[in-house]
């Protein structure tokens, strides 16, 4: 098992300069949670609007896996229809299970993600970032500024 | 092996075939103990040995192998029980070990004898397991729990001690040794300040017993539980030492076959100490196989053995600190045993564990079932290493080296 399996270029890259790490002032929505496992703690704030997702933004501390899941997801969704996003979080989610082989174009970044599957106790930080945006969306965390565990 | 000062590690480790391991293309080294011990060639063999000869169910078969199974699980309780200093054997009640052990406690003493409005004063540096079956005891008893605080160097904080023991203390529930910090407690002081409120005392042995001699009755401890896999005995074996009287005025927890002396349609009666907690078929290979861990202890010798943890845990605590590891927990290793917790630089304890194991070291990330201390010290996990008989310094080396290029991985 050769440690560039699991952490690609891309991963450290977005782990060592995280995009869109930062406080959204008014987001729409904010839902923050944690993985007691391990420690990871991922708060996703968005804005919406007609059932786009504008901007995305994470605030969190964690291990590379989950802050550079954060980091790449707020970048491939920021822009999306709603939909679109959560159908590639589904994707995404199929990647880690190793059951979606990812399109590339599709999944850009993401595809660094892929080798988390062989580490199984590992893919609940890849997912965090995922859930937290799922939830802020779904209304789950919705009201500004809940902050849930 | 006969009782040295000093540890034979090359010698034992020849005992302990998984050390012959090869990991992601480097020799195993195994700093995970805490969590569980590995197991000799003898403990290995003593179950192998059991199920090929000797199987059958104990306490039933009248039959020369119900026979043989009968005497080797009770010939296990008398030597396990005597490792711990009980010498009735009718005090030491076989479970699956450490956690179902302290529920055992909670529900069949717990719940028959607390009352709301009494309390159970435990720890912030306790498990989990002596943690959470009080909390359930306290849902159905209305009892309060409590809990002695932490200095900043991880030791108990007994300055209130006072008034956290007091009248209406019932139940102090106390770890030996801190999983998560190392940390010793000072349990002869403790037991007595509690005794001389009348609480009883319930000792979380689960990290003492596999590295120190002990007495249960010189402790004069009321309840102690501890588990045969950190003490390279198999999975689910252990059990509880408890005075004879709180055995005979505890209610079972499980009912079942074996257990029982008479069924009625409304009622049963039970079977004696220690039987009337043991329902159904037990564990008996496993409890065989620590019978023969404590064989192997005992010829090691138990000063050697706690010589040995602190005599690497020392040399691990200097070499850590050397390199600006934040290690948790007591520095003095005469203070404390061979689990130590740290932190180090920036890189998180989950991406140092898969760097590590890339080198073929074995360490432990994550909050150790010990929330409390990971809250206490603000930190949302650690990395564990932890040591036994078969750990040289050779692989703290390991270790150490094995930070440097993790940190050269994730410097920012």
Redesign the interface.
Same mark, same amino acid.
């Given at each position: 098992?050769? &440690?560039d399996d #699991? $952490?690609k270029e891309t991963i &450290?890259d977005h $782990?060592?300069n995280p995009r869109n790490k930062r406080e959204l002032p008014g987001a729409v929505v904010t839902c923050t949670r944690n993985n007691? &496992? @391990? !420690?990871?703690?991922i708060t996703v704030s968005a804005n919406l609007e007609d059932g786009n997702l504008l901007e995305v933004t994470f605030q969190g501390? !964690? @291990?590379? #896996?989950s802050q550079s899941s954060a980091s790449m997801m707020t970048e491939s969704v920021g822009g999306k229809p709603i939909e679109d996003a959560m159908a590639l979080a589904a994707d995404v989610r199929g990647m880690l299970a190793g059951e979606v082989d990812p399109d590339e174009d599709a999944f850009g970044d993401l595809v660094a993600l892929k080798g988390v599957v062989k $580490?199984p106790i590992?893919i609940k @930080?890849a997912v965090l970032a995922w859930d937290v945006l799922q939830e802020a969306v779904s209304g789950g965390g919705a009201a500004r500024g809940a902050a849930a565990h | 092996m006969n009782g040295n000062e000093v540890l034979d590690v090359e010698r034992i480790r020849k005992d302990f075939p998984i050390l012959e391991r090869v990991i992601n293309g480097h020799p195993l080294v195994y700093l995970d103990s805490a969590a569980t011990s590995q197991k000799p060639r003898q403990v290995i063999d003593a179950v192998s040995d059991f199920y090929s000869h000797h199987n059958a169910n104990a306490h039933r078969g009248i039959y020369t192998l119900g026979e043989e199974s009968t005497e080797a699980f009770e010939g296990a309780r008398a030597k396990i029980a005597a490792f711990v200093g009980a010498t009735d054997p009718r005090t030491f009640v076989f479970t699956r070990g450490t956690t179902e052990s302290i529920n055992l406690v909670a529900q069949g003493w717990g719940r028959k004898f607390l009352k709301e409005g009494d309390e159970v004063l435990l720890t912030d540096m306790e498990h989990h397991s002596n943690i959470v079956p009080w909390q359930l005891t306290a849902q159905v008893t209305g009892a309060v729990l409590r809990y002695i605080p932490l200095t900043d160097d991880g030791q108990l904080d007994l300055s209130d001690l006072g008034s956290l023991l007091n009248e209406r203390t019932k139940v102090l529930g106390v770890s030996g040794m801190s999983n998560a910090l190392g940390t010793i407690t000072p349990l002869g002081h403790l037991i007595e300040a509690a005794h001389a409120v009348g609480a009883v005392v319930v000792v979380d042995a689960a990290q003492l017993v596999p590295h120190h001699r002990i007495s249960v009755l010189e402790l004069d401890c009321d309840f102690l539980a501890f588990s045969g896999h950190k003490m390279l005995g198999p999975t689910a074996s252990g059990g509880l030492y408890a005075k004879a009287e709180h055995l005979e005025a505890m209610d079972p927890m499980f009912g079942g076959g074996e257990m029982i002396h008479e069924v009625f349609h409304d009622h049963s009666t039970w079977k004696a100490i220690p039987h009337k907690f043991e329902a159904g078929t037990m564990q008996i290979a496993q409890q065989v196989g620590l019978g023969a861990a404590v064989d192997y202890l005992e010829a090691l010798g138990m000063d050697a053995v706690r010589a040995h943890e602190e005599e690497i845990t020392r040399y691990a605590l200097d070499r850590l600190l050397s390199v600006d590891a934040t290690v948790y927990g007591p520095k003095d290793a005469a203070a404390r045993g061979g689990a130590v917790s740290f932190w180090y630089r920036d890189v998180h304890p989950h991406d140092l564990a898969t760097v590590l194991d890339a080198e073929g070291v074995a360490i432990r990330a994550g909050h150790h079932c010990a929330q409390l201390v990971m809250r206490r010290f603000d930190t949302p996990a650690t990395a564990r290493a932890s040591f036994y008989v078969y750990n040289t310094r050779d692989e703290v080396d390991v270790l150490v080296e094995a930070l440097a290029k993790a940190e050269r991985f994730f410097a920012h």
């Amino acid at each position: 098992m050769a &440690l560039d399996d #699991i $952490y690609k270029e891309t991963i &450290l890259d977005h $782990y060592k300069n995280p995009r869109n790490k930062r406080e959204l002032p008014g987001a729409v929505v904010t839902c923050t949670r944690n993985n007691p &496992l @391990c !420690g990871d703690e991922i708060t996703v704030s968005a804005n919406l609007e007609d059932g786009n997702l504008l901007e995305v933004t994470f605030q969190g501390a !964690g @291990c590379s #896996i989950s802050q550079s899941s954060a980091s790449m997801m707020t970048e491939s969704v920021g822009g999306k229809p709603i939909e679109d996003a959560m159908a590639l979080a589904a994707d995404v989610r199929g990647m880690l299970a190793g059951e979606v082989d990812p399109d590339e174009d599709a999944f850009g970044d993401l595809v660094a993600l892929k080798g988390v599957v062989k $580490y199984p106790i590992r893919i609940k @930080c890849a997912v965090l970032a995922w859930d937290v945006l799922q939830e802020a969306v779904s209304g789950g965390g919705a009201a500004r500024g809940a902050a849930a565990h | 092996m006969n009782g040295n000062e000093v540890l034979d590690v090359e010698r034992i480790r020849k005992d302990f075939p998984i050390l012959e391991r090869v990991i992601n293309g480097h020799p195993l080294v195994y700093l995970d103990s805490a969590a569980t011990s590995q197991k000799p060639r003898q403990v290995i063999d003593a179950v192998s040995d059991f199920y090929s000869h000797h199987n059958a169910n104990a306490h039933r078969g009248i039959y020369t192998l119900g026979e043989e199974s009968t005497e080797a699980f009770e010939g296990a309780r008398a030597k396990i029980a005597a490792f711990v200093g009980a010498t009735d054997p009718r005090t030491f009640v076989f479970t699956r070990g450490t956690t179902e052990s302290i529920n055992l406690v909670a529900q069949g003493w717990g719940r028959k004898f607390l009352k709301e409005g009494d309390e159970v004063l435990l720890t912030d540096m306790e498990h989990h397991s002596n943690i959470v079956p009080w909390q359930l005891t306290a849902q159905v008893t209305g009892a309060v729990l409590r809990y002695i605080p932490l200095t900043d160097d991880g030791q108990l904080d007994l300055s209130d001690l006072g008034s956290l023991l007091n009248e209406r203390t019932k139940v102090l529930g106390v770890s030996g040794m801190s999983n998560a910090l190392g940390t010793i407690t000072p349990l002869g002081h403790l037991i007595e300040a509690a005794h001389a409120v009348g609480a009883v005392v319930v000792v979380d042995a689960a990290q003492l017993v596999p590295h120190h001699r002990i007495s249960v009755l010189e402790l004069d401890c009321d309840f102690l539980a501890f588990s045969g896999h950190k003490m390279l005995g198999p999975t689910a074996s252990g059990g509880l030492y408890a005075k004879a009287e709180h055995l005979e005025a505890m209610d079972p927890m499980f009912g079942g076959g074996e257990m029982i002396h008479e069924v009625f349609h409304d009622h049963s009666t039970w079977k004696a100490i220690p039987h009337k907690f043991e329902a159904g078929t037990m564990q008996i290979a496993q409890q065989v196989g620590l019978g023969a861990a404590v064989d192997y202890l005992e010829a090691l010798g138990m000063d050697a053995v706690r010589a040995h943890e602190e005599e690497i845990t020392r040399y691990a605590l200097d070499r850590l600190l050397s390199v600006d590891a934040t290690v948790y927990g007591p520095k003095d290793a005469a203070a404390r045993g061979g689990a130590v917790s740290f932190w180090y630089r920036d890189v998180h304890p989950h991406d140092l564990a898969t760097v590590l194991d890339a080198e073929g070291v074995a360490i432990r990330a994550g909050h150790h079932c010990a929330q409390l201390v990971m809250r206490r010290f603000d930190t949302p996990a650690t990395a564990r290493a932890s040591f036994y008989v078969y750990n040289t310094r050779d692989e703290v080396d390991v270790l150490v080296e094995a930070l440097a290029k993790a940190e050269r991985f994730f410097a920012h």
